[in-house]
């Protein structure tokens, strides 16, 4: 079972040099029920505000009438590309890290983080021109038709901020991967407070409409790289310590990240292309303005679902320690415990959701030119609310993967529920049987439920497999 774990994760103590021990290190070697506790709490924090953010993004886009909110429904899963290799590749970093921390290698952590910044910056000079060069045909590919030159105009911006996309993303994964979410918190939250404020006065005080959005979004995230940057680089009190001095690329280490970082990217990418395939059917059932009132609806779902992705981000750090540190109990333990609280979170959330989505509709829909959609928007609330409860158990599953360093399983399940699931019963509902856009919602929840039952079910065959294992060995 430790076949895929080089032996540097696991080497003699003394080098884990005496730099001073952090108290983030100290909870990811420690309780995991405290470990999520504590460090999710920051998370949750800063992704809540990013993702109050998303909202009112969406909010000030809508006041521009519904064909910029469909543009910028168009152009989402493209987006989603760089956001997925960044999460991607943070999900890898953040593993490598953790599993090197929590078997005693400092050195080893230190250069994993370096290997995560290095190839994230590759990987985003390579894509960047393509995407800006062809973005107007990429949103004619995937059915924007009429609004394709607005969202291309709003796609360019956005590519063009690629490597701050991705570089913000790791530094986020490096943070958690050493304990430290209070940080990762701070830049977040910055983040999110700095474009909410860039937006009125770059889309309507600015004259600069959707492109006013991309540019509000690029000059955030830009300026919480630097930050980061000033941490890592000059400030230098993370308990990594991060220098192209004396760099060594290691092929074993860039295999270890990319084991996770690219699965788990791939994932994103899969996200991105069902949104593409359920945009197209909604467009085949009932027109664009179906696009609008999903993308606005899923904005509010990603709101929803950000505690147990807080929970799930923050596990695959404490299960990477305990992984690295062969204390395989502990993967049942803050399984279990991360579960059941993210059920208790997301019910509540549901619940809320469930009662008031005709107040929350008018979110999307104050101006008069959108006004028409609100029944429609409220409607797909409600049936999506359902589909909260569910999410914890199949989201915090696959952390267990990604946090073991086993990211083709994960990409693996998430392929099953997708393709197998979510694209069928999306198909089956919406044309087949000709429910139209309320069989694509319906779809989308008996899809997702049937994936999550797959990955919790895997999840805990593998830890008791891997307990009954080494409590024989």
């Known amino acids: 079972m430790t076949g895929s774990l080089p032996d540097p994760l696991h080497p003699d103590a003394s080098r884990d040099h005496a730099r001073e021990v952090t108290a983030g290190v100290s909870l990811l070697r420690g309780d995991p029920k405290k470990a999520i506790w504590k460090l999710s ?11 109050v953010y998303n909202l009112v993004n969406a909010i000030w886009v809508a006041g521009l009438g519904p064909d910029a909110l469909a543009a910028v429904g168009f152009m989402t899963p493209v987006f989603m590309i760089f956001i997925g290799l960044g999460n991607g590749l943070g999900a890898g970093v953040s593993s490598a890290v953790a599993r090197r921390i929590g078997g005693a290698n400092r050195a080893g952590a230190d250069s994993a983080a370096m290997h995560g910044i290095v190839v994230g910056s590759i990987l985003a000079l390579i894509l960047t021109a393509p995407l800006v060069i062809f973005a107007e045909p990429i949103a004619l590919l995937f059915g924007a038709g009429t609004v394709a ?10 590519f063009i901020g690629a490597i701050f996309i991705l570089f913000s993303n790791i530094g986020y994964a490096i943070l958690r991967g050493e304990g430290d979410t209070k940080r990762a918190m701070y830049a977040m939250a910055f ?11 770059l889309i309507y005080w600015a004259g600069l409409g959707i492109a006013g959005a991309a540019i509000a979004t690029v000059i955030s995230i830009a300026s919480v790289s630097l930050i980061m940057l000033y941490w890592f680089l000059v400030r230098k009190d993370t308990y990594l310590h991060l220098s192209l001095k004396g760099f060594v690329p290691d ?31 909604l ?24 505690p147990d992705l807080a929970i799930a981000t923050t596990l695959i750090s404490v299960i990477g320690a305990a992984y690295g540190a062969r204390r395989y109990g502990d993967l049942r333990v803050a399984t279990g415990y991360a579960i059941r609280l993210g059920v208790l979170i997301a019910a509540g959330m549901a619940v809320f959701i469930f009662l008031f989505a005709t107040q929350i509709a008018i979110l999307f829909t104050y101006s008069e030119s959108t006004a028409y959609l609100a029944p429609r928007i409220a409607s797909f609330l409600r049936v999506i609310s359902f589909l909260l409860v569910f999410i914890p158990a199949g989201m915090i599953s696959l952390s267990v993967f990604q946090g073991t360093g086993r990211g083709m399983t994960s990409l693996v399940i998430n392929i099953l529920r997708s393709l197998a699931f979510v694209a069928v019963f999306v198909y089956l509902f919406g044309i087949h049987l000709g429910f139209g856009e309320a069989g694509v919602w319906s779809g989308i929840v008996v899809g997702n439920i049937l994936g999550t ?14 307990e009954a294992f080494y409590s024989e060995a």
């Open 41 to 51: 709490g920051p998370m949750m924090v800063a992704m809540l505000l990013m993702s």
């Open 251 to 281: 092929r074993d280490t860039t295999g270890d990240i990319l084991r996770v970082g690219l699965p788990a990217s791939a994932e994103y990418l899969l996200m991105a292309s069902l949104s593409v395939v359920i945009n197209a059917i």
């Open 149 to 158: 030159p607005l969202a291309a105009d709003y796609g360019r911006i956005l």
């Open 283 to 306: 467009v085949m059932v009932a027109g664009t303005d179906a696009v609008a009132v999903y993308t606005s609806g899923w904005r509010l779902l990603m709101f929803a679902v950000i």
């Open 453 to 466: 039952l797959v990955a919790y079910l895997w999840a805990r065959i593998y830890i008791r497999t891997l």
């Open 191 to 201: 983040s999110s407070v700095l474009n909410a404020v860039l937006d009125p006065v």
